[in-house]
């Protein structure tokens, strides 16, 4: 189960050379995110009345095609690799069948102090029920 999110490049996203500016593909690919973790039921609001954070470590984008105004976009998002207290999720980033951008994304579970701590109950379990991008 592979979670896909459409995302339509709005014109104040653009750079002055009419691409989608590099920091929008980081915010899309976190919304894609966002919606993956409420479409399983841990929504960034239950997680913290779950007393966690999810902490991003580590970000790595490739830029692969550019993208312009109007374009119509899909965010896949997967996991990539499940511990007890970090994850690597896989994110690809489509116009139609044409892969424009990926980013791999680490994550860190923390209380709401901000220590380390295992992920609440069930989310792993949630979580290995998605594939990994490009599925």
Not at 90 to 101: F, H, I, P, S, T
């Amino acid at each position: 189960m592979i979670h896909r999110h459409s995302i339509k490049v709005r014109f104040y996203e653009l750079d002055p050379y009419n691409h989608l500016n590099h920091s929008a593909y980081v915010q899309y690919f976190e919304v894609g995110r966002i919606e993956l973790l409420e479409s399983i039921g841990f929504s960034l609001t239950r997680l913290q009345e779950l007393g966690c954070h999810l902490v991003v470590t580590r970000i790595k984008t490739r830029f692969l095609r550019p993208v312009g105004p109007h374009d119509e976009l899909v965010v896949e998002t997967g996991l990539g690799e499940l511990r007890r207290a970090s994850s690597t999720w896989a994110q690809r980033l489509m116009r139609g069948d044409e892969e424009v951008a990926t980013q791999e994304v680490s994550f860190a579970a923390t209380d709401l102090a901000g220590k380390p701590r295992r992920f609440p109950e069930g989310l792993g379990d949630a979580l290995q029920m998605v594939g990994g991008a490009g599925e």
